[in-house]
Structure formats: C-alpha cells, structure tokens
C-alpha cells in the first residue's frame, strides 16, 4: 500500500504563486510516474502535469510555461511549482503516482481570488 500526503494548497491572489508538494510513502515501486491532477466543482478531473521516475514531464496547455513539476526520488516526493496563477487555476489538486497500481493523495485546494 502507498500512501501519499499533499500540502502547500490555500489562498493566492490572481499572479501569485504556490508550491505543492505531495510525499509518498509505503510499498513504492521504483518505476514509476508521479503526477498532479485537478478538479473544479462541476468540472471532470484533469492532468495538470506527471513526471516519470526518470525526469520526463508532460504538462495540460493550460498550464504550460506557468508550472513547473519536479521531484526528488530519495524522499519519493514530487513538487508543483505554480506561478502566475488565474482564476481558473481554482481547484482541488490531487497528487497521484501510478505504478503497477494507481494511487491518490486526498487532495489540496487552491483558491485564486482577489
């Protein structure tokens, strides 16, 4: 069993920034791709951004050249660096790590407001 542990979400005006971090821990297999997903109220769960065991990232357009995924594979821990944050950035964001089988944080929420 893994279990992962998000922290960092809260409340960030329009052009502000916010790190997340989501830490694993448990039976962790080595290969693996770790990943951020969110979810708006009403709105379908969607990739923000993954990074494989070996450092490939993949990002949604709409957070192309505002975030930034990476992570630290000694402490099986990976990071959301977000910048220049919208409006429509609002939401809970669930960090997930699939390896042989699929897991999920419990999420964090993010509120872009002014």
């Known amino acids: 069993q893994v279990q992962l542990v998000e922290s960092g979400g809260g409340l960030v005006q329009p052009g502000g920034s916010l790190r997340l971090s989501c830490a694993a821990s448990?039976?962790?297999?080595?290969?693996?791709?770790m990943g951020w997903y969110r979810q708006a109220p009403g709105k379908q769960r969607e990739l923000v951004a993954s990074i494989t065991s070996g450092g490939s990232t993949n990002y949604a357009d709409s957070v192309k050249g505002r975030f930034t995924i990476s992570r630290y594979n000694a402490m099986n821990t990976v990071y959301l660096q977000m910048n220049s944050l919208k409006a429509e950035d609002t939401a809970v964001y669930l960090c997930?790590?699939?390896?042989?089988?699929?897991?999920w944080g419990q999420g964090t929420q993010v509120n872009v407001s002014s």
């Open positions: 448990g039976r962790i297999f080595s290969i693996n791709t």
């Open positions: 997930n790590m699939r390896g042989p089988l699929d897991y």
